[in-house]
Structures are given as C-alpha cells and as structure tokens.
C-alpha cells in the first residue's frame, strides 16, 4: 500500500500545508484532477489513476482536513468555495492551465464551482453520484454520522465500522475489498491504532452549514459549454433519478450512466465506469 512517500505537499492562500499525488507527469494532453467525497481522501483514486495514467496526466489531492493535508483551525473553512481555491493554487503552482475533473460527491460540487469561477480551464467534468440537488435522505444520513463515529481499537473494528456505514451502498464486496477500502479512510497513529483519516470539525461544517452554498442550479448552468459525464448509483440516496433528468433537459449532450448495484458512491472500479471514463476522456 502506498505512502506519502510518494506524495507531494504544497501551500494554500492561507497557509495550509496540504497533500497531492501526481501520476505520470510527463504524458501530454489536459491532466486528470480527481476530488473526493466528503469524508474521503486521495486513495479513493489509486486504482483509477494506475489505469488513467497510461494515456494522462493524473492528479490526486487530499482537501484540506483529510488524509495527510493538514486540518483547518476554522471550520467555517470546510465548504466547496475554500476547496476550489485550493485548487486553483495547486493548478497555478504546477502550471497547468486545463484539467479533466473527475468528482466524486462533494468533488463534483467542488467541480461545479469551479465552473462559476473559470470555466475555461475545465476541458471536461466528470461527476460521480452528485448533482445540483442532494436527496434529503441522503443528506440526512451523511450528516448523522460526519464526525461522530465512535474510534475503534483494531484494523478489524475499522472494517466493521467501513461496512456499517457503505455496506448498503456497496453489497457484494469481498472481504479484501473491504480491507482496502477500510484502509482508504483509516490511517494509523503513533500507537498502530487506525483512526479514520478526517477531521471530526467536517462533522460541524456539513450540519451546520451544508454541503453546497448558493443556488447549485446557477453553478451546474456554468457547466453548459463543457463535456460532462454523470455516473450514478442505481440505488443511490443522494443523486435521484428525477435530477439527472432535470440536468440533461439543461443540458441535453449530458452523458449520463447508472450503474448496477450500487448507491452512494460507485468506487469508480466497476467495468461500467471503467468503459464510461474511458469513452468520455477519449472523446475528448
């Protein structure tokens, strides 16, 4: 399993020292900017930049808060405005003037801000289980356990803990998958004890603040000169039915895949997005 060893940091406006990976630096075309979920980090990517990285440029940033990036002071700070200009500041820094984004929940909200602020840097979007609307019930869910699940004691309680919270989203894993997605939000401390690899005050920004700000509909429109894929959960919580309608009416060279057996989030492994992904990024 991959370190931040193989990792680098850079500075944001404010001073925060935050974490990115960078696959294949030297292959040509717009570069691959791939933004987690909310209580989510970088390693949600791994497999996907292993395999993007043949024909791309892949980017891979922990937000701030998350995995080795460190946590904000202020909490006010956790919300897709503060996360854009993170991005924008590592972008600058490397110089890269367009970006593919692959967003993943909130990476997707993050994405449409970004669309409000320059959408000509973004060559294409891709939005992965998230829309301009977020199902109540959905919302609901993330909200009540952001930031209060209780610590555990062993690698094999963190796996437990990764099942009661994604296990209806995701039936079906072996218990290695399960492994290494447990290893994707946990991360050791000093004493060998996995601890989830978050920022508790995230918990604080999304009950009382919300994922989104603004009028989300206003941001998608800043998307309508850009490609955009939009993969979905079939049984997802978050992204219905009805708002991938909504947002194919707005924008009707949308293209919009569901994938089987799976609600919030796909993990962006399964042949479906794999075809999808690669379709979309080679059409570009």
Known sequence: MPT????????SHDGLRLYYRDFAPA???????????????????????MHLRRSRRVLTPDLRGRGYSEHDPDWRNY?????????WTLLDGLEISQVIVVGTSLGGLIAMVMATQDAGRLRGVIMND????IAPEGLARIQAYTGRMPPVASWDEAIAQTKEINGLALPGLTEDEWRKMAWRVYREDADGIPRLDIDPAIGRAVRESGPQTGDAWQAFEALRDTPLLVIRGAV?????????????ERKPDLIAVTVPNRGHVPLLDEPECISAIDDFIGGL
Not at 30 to 36: E, I, K, M, T, W
Not at 79 to 87: E, G, I, K, L, S
Not at 236 to 248: E, F, K, N, Y
């Open 4 to 11: 931040n060893d193989t990792g680098r940091f850079y500075q």
């Open 130 to 133: 998230i829309g301009p609307e």
């Open 236 to 248: 997802s919580d978050i992204l219905a039915d009805a708002t991938v309608d909504r947002m194919r």
């Open 79 to 87: 919300q897709p405005r503060t996360y854009a200009m993170d991005v």
């Open 27 to 49: 292959m040509p075309g717009a570069p691959v900017l791939c933004l987690p979920g909310l209580t989510r980090n970088s390693r949600d990517f791994e497999d996907l930049a």
